[in-house]
C-alpha cells in the first residue's frame, strides 16, 4: 500500500500554515494515517539545515549554496521521513517541496533549472514527485505586509530579501502552475480561508475513493 503525498506551496504569506492545519483536520475525521512535515527542516538534521539557511545573518550566503543546501535537506528528508511514510500507506502533507526551489532558485536567484536545479533535485528525491500539489498565490507585496503582520520585525534572510525577489519568485510559482496543470492546484490566497479549504478537500475526495 502506498500512501498519498501532498505538497503545499506559495510565496511568503500566501496562507500555507492555516491550509496544512485544515488538510490535517479533514484527514483525521476521515481517519486516514498522515504526516505533516516540512522543508526545510522535517527532522533533526534538516532543523539544522534550516537554521543556516534561514538566520539572517548569513546573508552572504552564495545563491548556489543556498540551493545545494535546500538539496541536502530534502534528500535526508525524502529518504529519511517521507518515503518511508509513505511505504506505510501513510499520506504526507508537505510544506514546500521541489517547487519551492525551483520557483526560489530558480526564478528568484535565476538561477538554471535544466542544466542545475532539476538534475539536482532529481538525484535529491531519487525521482520522487507529489501525487498533488496545492498552490497558494498572493502578489508579492501583499504576501509579505502579512508576514510583517505576523512575525513584527524578526523577518528570516528569505524574507528580507527585495520585493523584486519575491516577484520573480511569484512569476516562477505561475509559470510552474501552468506547466504542471495535471498535478499543481492553483489557489487565490485571497479568497475566504474556508472557500480555499473547500476547494482543497473537494480535490482530494478522488484519493479518498482509491
Known amino acids: 500500500m502506498k500512501g498519498v503525498f501532498i505538497t503545499i506551496e506559495g510565496p511568503d504569506g500566501a496562507g500555507k500554515t492555516t491550509q496544512i492545519q485544515g488538510v490535517t483536520a479533514f484527514l483525521q475525521e476521515k481517519n486516514i494515517p498522515f504526516l505533516s512535515t516540512r522543508e526545510p527542516g522535517g527532522d533533526a538534521i534538516g532543523t539544522k539545515i534550516r537554521e543556516l539557511l534561514l538566520d539572517p545573518a548569513n546573508g552572504d550566503m552564495t545563491p548556489k549554496t543556498e540551493a545545494f543546501l535546500y538539496a541536502a535537506d530534502r534528500a535526508q528528508h525524502v529518504e529519511q521521513v517521507i518515503l518511508p511514510a509513505l511505504r506505510k500507506g501513510v499520506w504526507v502533507i508537505c510544506d ?61 534572510r528569505m ?50 475513493e482509491k
Do not use: M, W
Request: proline share 5%; aromatic share 6%; glycine share 8%.
Open 96 to 156: 514546500r517541496f521541489v517547487d519551492s526551489q525551483l520557483a526560489y532558485q530558480g526564478a528568484g536567484r535565476q538561477l538554471g533549472q535544466e542544466d542545475f536545479l532539476l538534475p539536482l533535485n532529481k538525484l535529491a528525491t531519487d525521482g520522487l514527485e507529489p501525487d498533488v500539489t496545492f498552490l497558494l498565490l498572493v502578489e508579492a507585496e501583499e504576501g509579505l505586509a502579512r508576514v510583517t503582520e505576523t512575525r513584527g520585525d524578526s523577518p528570516d
Open 159 to 208: 524574507e528580507r530579501e527585495k520585493i523584486e525577489f519575491h516577484e520573480r519568485v511569484c512569476d516562477g510559482y505561475r509559470a510552474l502552475a501552468a506547466e504542471n496543470p495535471e498535478r499543481i492546484v492553483t489557489l487565490n490566497g485571497r479568497n475566504p480561508i474556508e472557500e480555499i479549504q473547500r476547494e482543497i478537500r473537494n480535490r482530494l475526495k478522488p484519493f479518498l
